[in-house]
């Protein structure tokens, strides 16, 4: 499966408390909700579309997927009010993902598209290769493999543009496995082999177990 999420660099904050087992508690879930509402009630964009997109990972990992959607399109919102571009170029595939996780697929796809003009716009490289994995794997998960390899290859080639080695090994195997889904299997094992030998050169021991 394509991860849609690779490159995608969000500052981490703590936002669970352990309890006596040592485990995560989401009680704090409805209150940094609550905070989010109340940010943007205030007219406190810039924050609200910073909590919103520092959430993201939080409310996902917790199984909150409609919360998850309802912060989302706030940051969006808060980002559109602002009139900042580089904001909105970052919270649209947010709300693209938290769509996707619930299978809602229409309501995703025009969020990536949107955040991948932004970025062609801005002549931001590694934004737009982020973008084009992201709809690799919207359409990976619609089992649509042929247009999942066409950004998919665009990612690759805008991987290698930028520099981003770890990010061409993640393309690679992506690529591979869009070829895998569409029986050509001389050349996923060639994508793969090529993604492998790139991740044990950066020592990626993760990398190399996944692939």
């Not at 995703?108 to 716009?121: F, K, N, S, T």
Request: aromatic fraction near 6%.
């Amino acid at each position: 499966m394509i991860d849609g999420r690779a490159w995608i660099e969000c500052g981490a904050i703590r936002l669970t408390s352990p309890t006596p087992s040592g485990r995560s508690s989401s009680r704090c879930c409805p209150l940094t909700v609550a905070a989010l509402r109340q940010a943007a009630g205030a007219g406190f964009d810039a924050h609200t579309w910073r909590l919103g997109r520092a959430l993201d990972t939080f409310l996902d990992r917790q199984g909150h997927w409609q919360g998850r959607v309802e912060t989302c399109r706030a940051a969006l919102r808060a980002a559109e009010r602002l009139g900042d571009p580089v904001a909105r170029a970052v919270a649209h595939p947010f709300l693209a993902g938290a769509h996707t996780v619930i299978n809602q697929y229409a309501d995703a796809l025009g969020h990536p598209e949107r955040a991948l003009d932004l970025y062609v716009r801005a002549g931001d490289t590694e934004g737009e290769a982020r973008t084009h994995q992201n709809l690799a794997s919207l359409w990976d998960r619609q089992g649509e493999p042929r247009k999942a390899l066409e950004h998919s290859k665009r990612t690759l080639v805008l991987a290698r543009a930028a520099g981003h080695r770890r990010a061409q090994a993640d393309a690679l195997n992506a690529v591979g496995w869009c070829h895998a889904q569409l029986g050509e299997h001389l050349a996923a094992l060639a994508y793969c082999q090529r993604a492998l030998a790139l991740l044990q050169q950066l020592d990626d021991r993760a990398g190399e177990a996944a692939t």
